[in-house]
């Protein structure tokens, strides 16, 4: 009896699981991340008198393209959509102090031009806060689905998640950077919860999107079809009237141009050459491997392996739910056998990631110290991965992270083959999760 009552008035000690210390220790790094990047961003545009950082980039930085390529249309010069130097003469009216040679060509298609006729009526400023606000409600859509369709990961896990987004480098600077890769994001865990229900049309009309810029998703959405042939209901409609706002800024001839400039871009070197260090997929390596063939081959990689996953699992499962390792490792070689993957396609890491750590959870527990450990690896390939690797590629000439997330894909690939192969195993009592 003394010792219960000693027991009931000592202090009583916390103890927390290793889950909702990781949480704690995301969320921190997310916030601190979040918290700089801002107040970098804002004082590198001092002292605020001309829209351009301190670099010369104008604010927003691609997002005065699609500004541009809406003031063509508004303007009723469809003609000139893929003119550049009609580009940069009306980036010199928007920003004065501009260098004359800052380019940023527009290789997007006519119909997006048009979309962004309505946001070029606006002041530029005000346009951007726009686009912005959209890119955010887009980031913001795309996460909360994505740990709707994660209940495996347990709550903690699921918060840890939506911190680590919020303070996710690539995020922050597709954001800043006026690109439309949160788009593409929305659009890939769209299709993935709509897989999930098995509304194949509405999946289908929701990938057609992605034909604003048609690599983006092109593998991911190759895999897809060729498993679910059922979205084509959707793709087709989507499609046809993609294609009818493509006629509005010059017609026919427009879009033949679009097809031209894409082929060009696809078989020739670029009139705005690309960095090396901004390329993250394996092209570059597969040009100093087999010279200027190496994007072809690249794509004809990631074709064969896209065929390989998707017809497999079509005779395998069938066209049950889709499985969120089969999504996942689908991501990935999209990412790496694109001809340009920029750091801002990156985004799209994030949906493999969680969809891995969802499967591994699936699979083996949230708790258990398996699933922990290769949690951690994945956020920390895909949170720091691309710009540790940018800053290498700067140095040393060559880009190092398409050889990790090579790794990675592979890992990914061999855990879905095995699964595939293995009777599926009730894991119940694995499966209960610590929230914090």
Same mark, same amino acid.
């Given at each position: 009896? $003394? ?9 009583? /000690? ?26 970098? +961003? ?30 063509? *249309? ?17 980036? $010199?009216?928007? @920003? ?9 060509? @527009?290789?997007?298609?006519?119909? *997006?031009? /048009? ?37 495996? =990961? ?8 939506? +911190? ?14 006026? $690109? ?67 006629? *509005?800024?010059? &017609? +026919? ?13 696809? /078989? ?5 050459? /690309? ?10 390596? @597969? ?6 063939? &190496? ?5 004809? =990689? ?13 005779l395998v499962t069938a066209s049950g739910p889709v499985e969120p390792l089969w999504f996942a490792a689908l991501i990935s070689i999209n990412a790496l056998c694109n001809a340009y993957t920029p750091i801002y396609d990156l985004v799209l890491l994030m949906v493999g990631a969680a969809l891995t750590a969802e499967y591994l959870a699936q699979k083996h527990g949230p708790n258990v110290g398996r699933t922990l450990m290769a949690a951690q690896v994945l956020l920390a390939i895909v949170y720091f991965g691309p710009h540790l690797s940018q800053v290498i590629a700067k140095t040393t000439g060559a880009q190092p992270f398409g050889l990790i997330l090579s790794?990675?894909? *592979?890992?990914?690939?061999? =855990? ?21």
């Amino acid at each position: 009896m $003394q010792s219960d009552l000693v027991s009931e008035l000592m202090p009583k /000690t916390e103890v927390r699981s290793p889950n909702r210390v990781l949480s704690e220790r995301i969320r921190f790094v997310a916030l601190s991340i979040l918290v700089l990047f801002v107040m970098g +961003w804002v004082s590198w545009f001092y002292p605020y008198d001309d829209l351009l950082d301190q670099s010369g980039t104008p604010l927003g930085a691609d997002f005065s393209m699609f500004y541009v390529a809406g003031q063509v *249309v508004l303007d009723g010069a469809g003609d000139q959509l893929y003119d550049q130097a009609e580009h940069q003469r009306r980036l $010199q009216q928007l @920003f004065p102090a501009i260098d004359p040679s800052f380019a940023l060509p @527009f290789r997007y298609p006519p119909w *997006v031009a /048009t979309l962004m006729a309505p946001m070029a009526a606006l002041p530029y400023s005000l346009a951007y806060v726009l686009f912005l606000s959209l890119s955010c409600t887009a980031w913001w859509g795309a996460t909360r689905q994505l740990i709707a369709v994660s209940p495996k =990961l347990g709550e903690t896990w699921r918060r840890s998640l939506g +911190w680590a987004l919020l303070g996710w480098p690539v995020a922050l600077e597709t954001l800043i950077g006026g $690109q439309a890769s949160m788009f593409a994001l929305l659009i890939a865990v769209s299709v993935y919860c709509l897989l999930r229900h098995r509304q194949f049309a509405f999946a289908g009309a929701v990938l057609a999107l992605a034909a604003y810029k048609p690599n983006v998703l092109a593998l991911l959405g190759l895999g897809c079809l060729i498993r679910y042939p059922r979205m084509l209901k959707g793709v087709l409609p989507g499609a046809i009237g993609i294609g009818l706002l493509c006629l *509005v800024p010059d &017609g +026919w001839v427009g879009l033949t141009r679009y097809v031209e400039l894409t082929t060009n871009l696809a /078989t020739q070197s670029w009139d705005v050459a /690309t960095p090396l260090w901004k390329v993250h997929g394996l092209a570059p390596w @597969f040009n100093l491997i087999v010279g200027e063939d &190496g994007r072809l081959v690249c794509g004809l =990689l990631g074709l064969a392996a896209t065929l390989y996953m998707a017809i497999r699992a079509r005779l395998v499962t069938a066209s049950g739910p889709v499985e969120p390792l089969w999504f996942a490792a689908l991501i990935s070689i999209n990412a790496l056998c694109n001809a340009y993957t920029p750091i801002y396609d990156l985004v799209l890491l994030m949906v493999g990631a969680a969809l891995t750590a969802e499967y591994l959870a699936q699979k083996h527990g949230p708790n258990v110290g398996r699933t922990l450990m290769a949690a951690q690896v994945l956020l920390a390939i895909v949170y720091f991965g691309p710009h540790l690797s940018q800053v290498i590629a700067k140095t040393t000439g060559a880009q190092p992270f398409g050889l990790i997330l090579s790794a990675l894909a *592979v890992w990914q690939v061999g =855990l879905l083959l095995r699964s595939q192969r293995e009777p599926s195993i009730a894991n119940g009592q694995l499966l209960t999760s610590v929230s914090g």
